[in-house]
């Protein structure tokens, strides 16, 4: 069985502040693809970065950075200094090689004040 | 496309009509999905395409809920007798092979409106 739990159904947090949102996977799998997408107000999903389970390394992408520990089956994602446009459903999502769909968690909606 | 493509962008319908919801993938991408978003809910999986076969439509909430793809292309979904618990955002999403752990890129939803 697959499952994604982001456990944060909402964030607020003052702008330049950096926060972090969680992700906790299950798979039995050894291969497996791990995502996160955001959702702005406009509704459309964008692709932030794509893990596959044999990269541990972490990633930093400006202010986005993303932190893989295949040890605690997390895949968190920290914004650096905040910004309003941040302001967002964030979607955590897993994919097993075994499988025909990805799984996404229920969402982390971050919102960013000015 | 640039992107995955889906039309009507809204759609508003009396109950017990059908509806079609069509999405154009991204050229070159062979695997197509369908997920459903309720109001302030996550995504639901419904339907995969790989060609056109679909070897995953377990997600199909019921027998009123279709999908085909023709051509390894375009995909329309269909609601027979629509509901108001249908009322949701249906995403069309693409992909190069999935079994890959390719990127699956979404379009921008079809907003339905049962009423």
């Known amino acids: 069985a697959q499952k994604v739990t982001q456990a944060q159904t909402e964030i607020s947090v003052v702008e330049k502040e950096d926060v972090t949102l969680d992700c906790v996977y299950e798979t039995r799998d050894t291969t497996y693809y791990l995502f996160w997408y955001k959702q702005p107000p406009s509704g459309e999903l964008v692709f932030l970065i794509r893990?596959?389970?044999?990269?541990?390394q972490n990633e930093i992408s400006g202010r986005y950075s993303w932190n893989f520990q295949k040890s605690t089956s997390s895949f968190n994602f920290t914004i650096t200094a905040s910004q309003v446009v941040d302001s967002a459903v964030y979607f955590c999502?897993?994919?097993?090689?075994?499988?025909?769909?990805?799984?996404f968690g229920s969402g982390t909606r971050l919102s960013i004040r000015p | 496309g640039a992107g995955v493509s889906q039309s009507p962008s809204n759609k508003v319908t009396e109950k017990g009509k059908d509806v079609e919801l069509r999405c154009d993938p991204i050229?070159?991408?062979?695997?197509l999905y369908w997920y459903r978003q309720s109001l302030g809910q996550g995504l639901e999986f419904l339907i995969y395409?790989?060609?056109?076969?679909?070897?995953?439509k377990s997600g199909l909430p019921s027998d009123r809920f279709s999908a085909e793809r023709t051509g390894g292309s375009v995909s329309t979904l269909t609601i027979q007798r629509t509901q108001q618990e249908d009322s949701a955002v249906y995403l069309c999403?693409?992909?190069?092979?999935?079994?890959?752990?390719?990127?699956?890129?979404f379009g921008e939803g079809s907003w339905l409106t049962v009423v």
């Open positions: 893990r596959n389970s044999f990269d541990e």
């Open positions: 999403a693409s992909s190069l092979q999935l079994s890959s752990g390719n990127t699956i890129y």
């Open positions: 395409f790989q060609g056109n076969s679909a070897p995953d």
């Open positions: 050229s070159g991408h062979t695997a």
């Open positions: 999502a897993l994919l097993q090689r075994s499988a025909s769909k990805i799984i």
